[in-house]
């Protein structure tokens, strides 16, 4: 029964780390939408609030999504 849960919790931890890297890729793309260049200045990047918001959710995102992956089993070693 353990390890159905175990298999269960991983499963569910993936599928919320799917999620959230799949919400963070909305959120840069609403962040790079947000932004624009001034030919008058260059180097100089203006960012609307929202764009400055979306970035930040996006950046948490995957932070949380990193937290909750399950980490990579590792390869079987061949045989001798």
């Known amino acids: 029964m353990a390890d159905q849960l175990d298999a269960l919790e ?6 919320i780390a799917s999620a959230l ?11 790079a939408e947000g932004m ?3 030919s008058e200045f260059p180097g ?8 400055s918001i979306a970035g ?5 995102f995957e932070t949380i ?4 992956a399950p980490p990579p089993t590792p390869p079987n070693p061949p045989p001798n």
């Open 21 to 31: 890297r799949s919400r963070a890729s909305v959120h840069r793309e609403r962040a």
């Open 56 to 60: 930040k959710l996006a950046a948490a």
């Open 10 to 15: 991983a499963a569910i931890r993936a599928g």
């Open 36 to 38: 624009a260049t001034l």
């Open 44 to 51: 100089v990047i203006v960012r609307s609030p929202e764009a």
């Open 65 to 68: 999504a990193a937290e909750l």
